[in-house]
């Protein structure tokens, strides 16, 4: 199945083409302003602007825009047309919601209320695109443990195409194919918004209703899976038949629960999470959907933290995708982007300082034969602050091969001895690190076509117990990313865990009274 990833990395060939009919079209709306008729009788004198700032400090931070904006114009009004507002002006007026503005109350009579109108659109104007079309969040994304830059929009161009009397913003809206999908998804939960959700639960004693039991519980949860399209059927009966298994394994599959068809407590509890709850979600992530860049390279290796989960990318197509371990909470897997260029079989692993410190020399302390019990060896540094380094073998904490991607943050993927791990639901147990399912599969396929590295070769390398570096001949991009809820390419919405309290900070800001 296709998931978040045909879209977080750029889609199909057809969203391409997409996008740049959409940056043609956009080009060409500006153009339509780049015209030596002039627009407006009317006109701003040089010290218009600047007595309007002093007069509202509010719009400062937008006032060089608003003096590159006039001078190109060289002054002209953009929302006027002699003493009537433009019909883009009327539009913008609907569209933002702006106060003041209706059609019986417009201050335009005289030529210092004109001028005062026709600069507030305009500074309001840019603090609206700022909003819609680069995000609501305006503070350092780094803030939220996002390093990947935020994607810029030219909202001077936009503001062009506006007064050049053109309201088809479509050009500049997010380009994004998660944003679109989830703001239809949007639309068709907020109908759910105000219908009674209360919580649904087993009978006293009960631990969990299997395939082919009977519970009167299960006439409410066949209503509610009803009205999240996870179940078609009318049918009212308390009983966990066929054709309800498959209802409760949709919704198992969309919120990352083992899709065994047991209604059980993590089914309920993802289950009694009311609509409401479910839309903050939505607005959080088409936040983040809109920082993201509009064009991706092909190719890529994408993760997402919440999913626990891989994607690899041949060209725009996902080649297959492999479950993952990421970071706990306390030491968790940092947002950025990056590119994959080395491939080491049989790695070292040379051990943070903070492991060291706060595991290893503890565990020293009580057992003097630690380092030779665990193919340890000191490297170098201090008695206080060692440097210890890890051998190869079939105990090594990075298993048999890691992925290189070299970053600040001193994160890579890596296979792990600990398989075990990889069977559970939620999967945030590492140290920062990224462990892999599948890591042999992927050492294959990133591989595939150097010959000197034949399958049969890579699995012995990383069986042979000294460390080998193979540098890429095409390195691959990498996204580590967090979604907690996106739409797949069949139209199905998924939701995640919080896992880190990205969403619940996200939201204090985006929806703070």
């Known amino acids: 199945m296709a998931t978040?990833?045909?879209?977080?990395?750029?889609?199909?060939?057809?969203?391409?083409?997409?996008?740049?009919?959409?940056?043609?079209?956009?080009?060409?709306?500006?153009?339509?302003?780049?015209?030596?008729?002039?627009?407006?009788?009317?006109?701003?004198?040089?010290?218009?602007?600047?007595?309007?700032?002093?007069?509202?400090?509010?719009y400062r931070a937008d006032s060089a825009r608003m003096a590159d904006f006039y001078a190109r114009r060289d002054r002209q009004f953009a929302w006027f047309v002699r003493d009537s507002l433009t019909a883009s002006a009327d539009a913008f007026i609907v569209l933002s919601g702006?106060?003041?503005?209706?059609?019986?109350?417009?201050?335009?009579?005289c030529d210092s209320c004109a001028m005062e109108s026709e600069l507030t659109l305009t500074a309001e104007f840019f603090r609206f695109a700022a909003r819609k079309y680069g995000g609501h969040f305006t503070q350092d994304l780094r803030d939220l443990d996002w390093f990947i830059p935020r994607?810029?929009?030219?909202?001077?161009?936009?503001?062009?195409?506006?007064?050049?009397?053109?309201?088809?913003?479509?050009?500049?809206?997010?380009?994004?194919p998660q944003y679109k999908l989830l703001r239809d998804a949007f639309r068709h939960l907020s109908a759910l918004s105000d219908v009674a959700w209360p919580e649904l639960a087993l009978r006293e004693g009960a631990r969990s209703i299997k395939p082919g039991d009977s519970a009167q519980v299960l006439v409410d949860i066949r209503e509610r899976l009803r009205l999240l399209s996870d179940l078609a059927s009318l049918d009212s009966a308390p009983m966990l038949d066929s054709m309800l298994v498959t209802s409760v394994q949709r919704f198992q599959e969309r919120h990352g629960l083992a899709t065994d068809g047991v209604i059980g407590p993590a089914f309920l509890r993802e289950l009694n999470v009311p609509p409401a709850v479910r839309l903050r979600t939505l607005l959080v992530n088409m936040e983040r959907m809109?920082?993201?860049?509009?064009?991706?390279?092909?190719?890529?290796?994408?993760?997402?933290?919440?999913?626990?989960?891989?994607?690899?990318?041949?060209?725009?197509?996902?080649?297959?995708?492999?479950?993952?371990?990421?970071?706990?909470?306390?030491?968790?897997?940092?947002?950025?982007?990056?590119?994959?260029?080395?491939?080491?079989?049989?790695?070292?692993?040379?051990?943070?300082?903070?492991?060291?410190?706060?595991?290893i020399l503890p565990a020293?302390?009580?057992?003097?034969?630690?380092?030779?019990?665990?193919?340890?060896?000191?490297?170098?540094?201090?008695?206080?602050?060692?440097?210890?380094?890890?051998?190869?073998?079939?105990?090594?904490?990075?298993?048999?091969?890691?992925?290189?991607?070299?970053?600040?943050?001193?994160?890579?993927?890596?296979?792990?001895?600990?398989?075990?791990?990889?069977?559970?639901?939620?999967?945030?147990?590492?140290?920062?690190?990224?462990?892999?399912?599948?890591?042999?599969?992927?050492?294959?396929?990133?591989?595939?076509?150097?010959?000197?590295?034949?399958?049969?070769?890579?699995?012995?390398?990383?069986?042979?117990?000294?460390e080998t570096t193979v540098n890429l001949s095409q390195p691959r991009p990498v996204f580590i990313l967090y979604f907690t809820a996106w739409v797949t390419s069949e139209g199905v919405l998924n939701f995640r865990d919080d896992v880190y309290g990205h969403d619940r900070t996200l939201a204090d800001e985006l929806f703070r009274s």
């Open 290 to 359: 809109r920082w993201l860049p509009e064009t991706q390279p092909a190719n890529a290796l994408l993760v997402n933290i919440p999913e626990f989960r891989l994607h690899v990318f041949e060209g725009d197509t996902e080649a297959f995708s492999m479950r993952i371990v990421v970071g706990a909470a306390a030491t968790h897997t940092v947002i950025f982007a990056d590119t994959l260029t080395q491939v080491v079989m049989s790695p070292t692993w040379t051990l943070p300082m903070s492991i060291t410190r706060g595991e």
């Open 151 to 176: 994607a810029k929009r030219d909202i001077a161009q936009l503001m062009d195409s506006l007064a050049a009397g053109t309201m088809d913003l479509s050009a500049y809206e997010p380009l994004h």
């Open 364 to 466: 020293i302390a009580k057992n003097p034969n630690y380092l030779r019990e665990h193919n340890m060896e000191i490297v170098g540094g201090t008695k206080a602050a060692p440097v210890i380094r890890q051998k190869p073998g079939p105990n090594n904490a990075l298993g048999r091969v890691k992925f290189l991607f070299p970053n600040r943050f001193a994160i890579y993927m890596h296979d792990t001895p600990a398989r075990g791990i990889f069977a559970l639901e939620q999967r945030a147990f590492s140290h920062g690190c990224i462990r892999l399912a599948e890591p042999t599969a992927l050492a294959e396929y990133l591989l595939r076509d150097d010959p000197d590295w034949t399958p049969d070769r890579i699995r012995q390398v990383m069986l042979g117990g000294r």
């Open 4 to 58: 978040l990833a045909a879209g977080c990395l750029g889609g199909t060939g057809g969203e391409r083409a997409e996008r740049a009919e959409r940056a043609e079209k956009a080009s060409r709306v500006s153009a339509v302003f780049e015209t030596p008729e002039p627009y407006s009788a009317r006109t701003l004198d040089t010290t218009d602007l600047a007595q309007f700032i002093t007069r509202h400090p509010d």
């Open 98 to 109: 702006l106060k003041g503005y209706d059609a019986d109350e417009r201050p335009v009579g």
